[in-house]
């Protein structure tokens, strides 16, 4: 049986891998496919591909956009865009640009909250990555005045805590509609995590097209739970781990995987999409 897990980060975003170290550890996990996953951002697809291609793994080109409402950050994964068209690459660059300006935001509040931080900190450990929350909550580790990653994002930077900086160029309809009009696959990312189920049929309405059942924060009732939900509005079931390499403190990837048929769905999903939005 072949297994691919369908979300995955690289240093391009917030992960600590390298495209090779993600290949790699795809291949000890013996994956036949996985989807690399950065948020607002494309730039690790290629990378990926020339990576796994030695070992035989199939590559699908994917993103995670965030969007919000007034009282939920949700998250939007896209699969199998024409991801190198110019617009949708000029949009993300916009995105990029917003997330740092987004970033000396928090950065103001964190110092003010009084953490001996800098923007050229949080700047430094995203790399060429697009820089994003994780690397905000590594620079404050290394001030020493938390302990951990959760309690960064519990006490300050979580959504809506008192440091937390709303990072949003597009709303869930023009980010859905971003991801179709570049013959993607809108899927909307673990559910539980951002417990808002009232905004499904919202999404749906917007062109959602599937919803990630299958995640490392899912326990198996919730995974049911979104199942049954799928099947009431005829939505595709994907998963994935969600893997950030070490920056969430210990390797996922492929400890949420899903039979490779899924990706076969999911390919042929984005055919019609290119169908029907040309
Ligand atoms: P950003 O793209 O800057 O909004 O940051 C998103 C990253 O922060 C993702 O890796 C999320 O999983 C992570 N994140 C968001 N909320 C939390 C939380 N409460 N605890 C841990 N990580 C979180
Ligand atoms: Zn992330
Ligand atoms: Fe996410
Ligand atoms: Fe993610």
Redesign the pocket.
């Known amino acids: 049986m072949k297994y691919a897990d369908l979300h995955v980060h690289t240093f391009y975003s ?1 992960s600590t891998f390298s495209p090779e170290e993600v290949a790699l550890c795809a291949h000890k996990k013996a994956l036949a496919c996985f989807a690399v996953c950065d ?1 607002d951002c494309v730039d690790g697809i290629e990378p990926c591909q020339e990576a796994a291609r030695p070992f035989d793994i199939e590559v699908v080109p994917g993103i995670e956009i ?1 969007v919000e409402k007034a009282d939920a950050e949700i998250h939007i994964l896209g699969y199998f865009m024409d991801w190198k068209v110019d617009w949708f690459q000029s949009k993300l660059k916009e995105m990029q640009r917003s ?1 740092l300006d987004r970033i000396y935001m928090m950065v103001d509040k964190l110092v003010g909250a009084g953490f001996p931080m800098t923007v050229q900190d949080v700047v430094k450990l995203a790399g060429k990555g697009t820089v ?3 690397h905000v909550a590594q620079a404050m580790l290394k001030t020493g005045k938390v302990r951990s ?2 309690e960064c ?2 006490k300050y930077i ?2 809506l805590k008192p440091c937390y900086v709303s ?1 949003v160029r597009f709303s869930p309809r023009e980010s859905i509609e971003m991801i179709l009009k570049a013959g993607g696959v809108p899927v909307l990312a673990h559910p539980d995590v951002t417990g808002k189920d009232e905004y499904i049929p919202e999404l749906i309405e917007c062109g959602l097209l599937g919803i990630e059942a299958y995640h490392t924060e899912h326990k198996a009732h919730v995974v049911r739970h979104y199942e049954t939900l799928a099947k009431r509005y005829d939505l595709l079931v994907t998963g994935g781990s ?1 893997c ?1 390499g070490l920056g ?1 403190g210990k390797v996922l990837l492929g400890g949420v995987r899903v039979p490779y048929t899924v990706v076969e769905k999911l390919r042929e999903a984005s055919e019609k999409v290119k169908h029907a939005y040309r």
Do not use: V
Request: net charge positive; glycine share 12%; charged share 40%.
């Open positions: 917030d948020h965030t997330r994003g929350r994780l990653i959760k994002f519990d979580g959504f990072n969600d950030h969430k």
